[in-house]
């Protein structure tokens, strides 16, 4: 049997490899002199200097945190209304509902984000960041509902009698006492949410307007057009920002759904 | 308060965004696909099935589909195939702090920029990349290995994509399988096969199922990795559409493309749940 774990381990820490050894190459060429990506690696900084003067990438970054801060906001107020709903009432087409809030995550984003664009065309809602502000709620919600509810599994109801029995109104109650026990599940949602929205390139694609990105469309955009190391660079800061926000997620969320 | 009033003004918000974003989206996309132009000005505009009969008209398209359906076949495949045993290890063979650690290592690129992952392999596999320059350290005289806008490359992008969703749902399914029901199989004389087959692997089906549909229906609806990983090689499906929505201007064909390909998804699922209905 120890051979067995040992086989095991040996695997999982090929896997681990196997995941991370691209992006760590991508990373250390960020950090290298050569335009053409010329091997051995010269180390320099050059790249990140050159971010520095790139107004189009600034510009992107701005849409893209403006985007992300908007949807995280609005997504995690509704989200987390929902999953309260869910927690606290027996209603028919609760099923339904539970299921209906997941066809963002189970039918293409290609599909989606095709749809919303012609929907968007089609009323004179348009493309720009305020469509992509709508596409990427949407997105998030079902993140927000798994996670504020996991956190609801384990609240005891009995706070929220006290709170009422000693005067206080439904309203009062959900804002001054649940809410706030909730806080860690809802700093996680909204931590997810950001990290959704700041990911997100295909429904951005679609429906971003010429001349106004978001740091995805603009990195895809600068692919197609021809490597330079300077995508290596603004590639290398986008993940490190992804990572650190799914790790401050992992601090109030267990990802595998163990309570 | 009453109950109603109070599921009412909880998730309505959330359920009317749903509409305006998804719901109403998808049918004006499904009328659009019966469309005979993009109705713009004073174009005049009929209805037509024609969309949907040039699917089946050209062998263009209803080859691409195919291919599309082969890529999210091998893609889902390889990823149960890698995903599984690392599922399964990481679950009953490490414990403590380093089952968390290596679980969140895992887990974390899951999230992280799928198109910064994609990138990362056009550095890893282009000519005079990284893997180039070191096998021909190693082995001089290989030369080029032509590696990149290849049908393999799709393939490896694609599986790096998505193989954490499949350890991810294979593990907690795997995890929540009590060891001492392992314990007792074990005492009563099965063997590792016979517990791994007969025990493990239906058990944790419902994690292989979850983890197969994640996988496949991306995968069949992908652009972007076959775009920058295939070059001339990566036309599939989902670049057809994309085409039709961003250079062809054909948005009444993009739509009924779509359609059909979400039908052809739904009957795939339909034809693999009797399967799944006999393990339970």
């Known amino acids: 049997m120890n051979f067995l774990k040992w086989i095991g381990r040996t695997y999982l820490i090929c896997i681990v490899v196997f995941l991370y050894v691209p992006i760590l190459v991508m990373v250390a060429l960020s950090f290298n002199e050569s335009q053409l990506y010329r091997l051995p690696i010269e180390w320099s900084i050059r790249w990140y200097e050159a971010l520095a003067n790139n107004s189009k990438l600034h510009s992107a970054t701005v849409n893209s945190l403006t985007v992300a801060f908007l949807s995280t906001c609005l997504s995690t107020m509704m989200g987390t209304a929902v999953a309260l709903a869910f927690y606290r009432y027996d209603f028919r087409a609760k099923r339904l509902l539970q299921i209906l809030i997941f066809p963002p995550i189970t039918i293409p984003w290609l599909i989606i984000g095709t749809a919303m664009l012609v929907f968007f065309f089609w009323v004179g809602i348009g493309r720009g960041l305020h469509a992509m502000v709508l596409g990427h709620v949407a997105l998030s919600l079902p993140y927000v509902v798994i996670v504020v509810s996991a956190r609801l599994k384990s609240f005891d109801s009995a706070l929220e009698d006290a709170a009422r029995s000693l005067g206080a109104s439904y309203w009062q109650t959900t804002l001054w006492v649940t809410v706030p026990w909730l806080m860690p599940g809802i700093i996680a949602a909204a931590l997810f949410a950001f990290a959704v929205s700041l990911d997100q390139f295909v429904i951005s694609y679609f429906l971003a307007a010429p001349g106004v990105t978001t740091l995805p469309v603009e990195i895809y955009t600068a692919i197609r057009k021809g490597l330079t190391p300077e995508i290596n660079a603004i590639s290398t800061l986008v993940i490190l920002l992804s990572m650190l926000l799914l790790l401050g997620v992992s601090r109030f969320y267990r990802f595998g759904g163990r309570d | ?280």
């Open chain 2, 1 to 280: 308060m009453n109950q109603r009033a109070a599921v009412l003004s909880l998730i309505s918000p959330a359920y009317l965004w749903l509409t305006l974003t998804i719901l109403l989206p998808l049918s004006a996309m499904l009328y659009y696909s019966f469309l005979s132009d993009v109705p713009i000005g004073s174009r005049e505009v009929s209805w037509t099935l024609e969309n949907y009969g040039t699917f089946f008209e050209k062998a263009f398209y209803s080859e691409l589909m195919l291919r599309s359906f082969k890529l999210g076949a091998e893609v889902t495949t390889f990823c149960l195939l890698l995903g599984f045993p690392c599922a399964l290890a990481l679950a009953k063979s490490i414990g403590g702090r380093t089952k968390e650690a290596l679980f969140l290592l895992i887990i974390l690129p899951f999230w992280s920029n799928a198109l910064v992952r994609i990138f990362s392999w056009t550095m890893v596999l282009r000519g005079n990349g990284i893997l180039e320059y070191y096998i021909n350290w190693l082995l001089p005289g290989t030369g080029p290995l032509g590696l990149m806008f290849t049908y393999p490359a799709i393939l490896l992008g694609l599986v790096h994509s998505y193989l954490p969703y499949m350890i991810l749902t294979c593990y907690i399914s795997i995890d929540a399988i009590d060891n001492q029901l392992l314990e007792a199989a074990r005492s009563l004389g099965a063997g590792k096969l016979t517990i791994f087959f007969r025990l493990i692997v239906p058990l944790a089906l419902p994690g292989i199922v979850a983890g197969s549909v994640l996988i496949f229906i991306p995968v069949i609806g992908s652009f972007m990795e076959p775009r920058l990983l295939g070059g001339r090689n990566g036309t599939f499906i989902g670049t057809i559409i994309e085409d039709q929505f961003t250079a062809v201007f054909n948005w009444p064909l993009g739509a009924a493309l779509s359609f059909i390909m979400m039908g052809l998804v739904l009957l795939v699922l339909l034809g693999f749940s009797p399967l799944v209905r006999r393990f339970k």
